[in-house]
């Protein structure tokens, strides 16, 4: 599958899971990241590493369900691990694996 392709697909999931959500999103950027997989802003916009594109979907929909959670809940406490854990069950798991990528 070419890039394009998959940057579609990725593009497609984070509406999907937006619109689960009921986060209105108001611009998603996939582009080249340094140090995190994704960011998003106050003002609803997204952008996500590049390097997503080259992961399995399952890796794809912790990282955009993480930063869709922080449009309502900024913060990484009990009230937003037991969102993950509503919409993503074992979310630890993704996340440990992404932690251990280069």
Known sequence: MST???KAEFKSCVSG???KLGVRVAGVYVRPMRTKWASCSSSGILSFNTELLELEPKLWNYVIVHELLHFDVP?????WKSLMRAHLGDW???EK???TRP
């Open 75 to 79: 913060n990484h406490g009990k009230l």
């Open 92 to 94: 630890e798991q993704c």
């Open 97 to 99: 694996l992404l932690e």
């Open 17 to 19: 899971w937006a619109q």
């Open 4 to 6: 394009a392709s998959r």
